[in-house]
């Protein structure tokens, strides 16, 4: 078993080309699972939203919703390195919201740092929370939570102009004391020059192979998530299926007197039901 990874470790192993390997998780078994598989860190991300709490988007999520499901993840996660994920209108609003809402992340969430969505509009933000002493990722490209802003889930960052500004965005967020950044939905050869230009690592979603590590979503990595699936998604497993099979077979043997067999149920000793089954007559 890994022990958990600091900032310093993370950025070393950019400079040693060994890719960083992170995925989401919402609750304490799945994050069980990825301390076991051995990755190196867990983003709580408000996709818990989309995949967990049923919204359309993740602009609804609270930070109620985020702190609850972060102490849950903190409860399984003992080796890797958890980020908080900040919901819409939790740094928006001001510094000391901004600042506010991250230490509640660390304090009462229990996790090691946080991640917020934005290019050079967060830098305010991203250097108050550093500041502190929280570790921030910041997170650029596709930005669920302004999707609409952005014309709806596209790749962004297609045109040169659009590819300097991110390329701009993240240098900014670097120099504002960032210690990682998510690239979401950026052309490959965009995630290539920003990762070659940064000292600190980028992690990919739908930014090709030469981001310095990769995430996805749980859900989406082990098929338990069958409302759509982006471009960028390779599912390694099909648990939805297994588990509505699991179900069928569950109710059907229920209904068929065939569960609970023998060995599900708890026995009497025979001298005591026959007492009791005296007491009732
Ligand atoms: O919320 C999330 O899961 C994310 C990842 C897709 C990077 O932001």
């Known amino acids: 078993m890994t022990t958990k990874l600091s900032i310093n470790e993370l950025a070393e192993r950019k400079i040693q080309g060994q890719k960083i390997t992170m995925v989401t998780a919402y609750d304490c078994p799945s994050a069980r699972m990825v301390d076991k598989a051995g990755l190196d860190m867990i983003l709580v991300g408000d996709s818990l939203g989309m995949v967990v709490l049923g919204y359309d988007s993740t602009v609804p999520v609270t930070m109620e919703e985020m702190l609850h499901h972060t102490r849950a993840v903190m409860r399984g996660a003992e080796h890797v390195f958890v980020l908080g994920d900040m919901p819409f209108m939790s740094y928006q609003v001001s510094i000391e919201d901004a600042l506010r809402n991250a230490g509640r992340f660390i304090k009462d969430g229990g996790c090691d740092g946080i991640k917020l969505e934005g290019g050079r509009e967060v830098v305010p933000q991203v250097q108050a ?149 005296a007491m009732e007559e």
Do not use: W
Not at 155 to 162: I, L, P, R, T
Not at 200 to 229: M, N, S
Not at 244 to 262: H, I, K, S, W
């Open 129 to 277: 929370i550093c500041r502190v002493g929280i570790p921030v990722c910041a997170h650029i490209g596709l930005t669920p939570q302004t999707a609409t802003n952005l014309g709806g889930f596209k790749v962004q960052g297609k045109d040169a102009a659009s590819a300097r500004r991110l390329f701009e965005d993240a240098l900014a967020l670097q120099d504002a004391g960032a210690f990682m950044i998510v690239l979401e939905c950026v052309p490959d050869v965009l995630a290539r020059e920003i990762s070659r230009a940064l000292t600190i690592p980028t992690i990919g979603i739908g930014a090709g192979k030469e981001c310095d590590g990769q995430v996805l979503v749980f859900h989406d990595l082990v098929g338990l998530f069958d409302r759509f699936t982006p471009k960028f998604v390779k599912k390694y497993a099909a648990i939805e299926k297994e588990i509505v099979t699991a179900l069928q077979g569950y109710a059907a043997e229920v209904r068929g007197g065939d569960f609970p067999g023998p060995g599900h149920s708890f026995k009497m000793k025979e001298e005591e039901a026959k007492r009791f089954l």
